[in-house]
């Protein structure tokens, strides 16, 4: 059975630090590209970040650019999404999902897979 599961999220103050993880069982991550999403409250799900097959592509949404950054570790399994300098907007839930293709999207109808969820909020 395909799963992705994500870990790592939690409560972080203003400024602080996280490190999301995203673990695939039932298949490997080698011939895929991932994204990161992440929902608000009340909001749509949106693209944070994404990373092609081979790692050598990576994408930023606009609003964390500079912030957040996106790695592979294909041997692990594993995809992560470093947080830094965490501000409260970034309270949300976080998705990772796979788009069975070599090609890093933020445009959620192009993945195919899609883990359950880990919060993270950002309050002091």
């Known amino acids: 059975q395909l799963q992705l599961v994500e870990s790592g999220g939690g409560l972080v103050q203003p400024g602080g630090s996280l490190r999301l993880s995203c673990a695939a069982s039932g298949f490997t991550l080698d011939y895929y590209a991932i994204g990161w999403f992440r929902q608000a409250p009340g909001k749509e799900r949106e693209g944070v970040s994404c990373?092609?097959?081979?790692?050598?592509?990576?994408n930023y949404a606009d609003s964390v650019k500079g912030r957040f950054t996106i790695s592979r570790h294909n041997a692990k399994n594993t995809v992560y999404l470093q947080m830094n300098s965490l501000k409260p907007e970034d309270t949300a839930i976080y998705y990772c999902a796979a788009n069975p293709g070599p090609i890093a999207t933020l445009k959620r109808r192009e993945y195919d897979y899609w883990g359950q969820g880990t919060q993270v909020t950002v309050s002091s």
């Open positions: 990373i092609s097959s081979s790692g050598g592509i990576t």
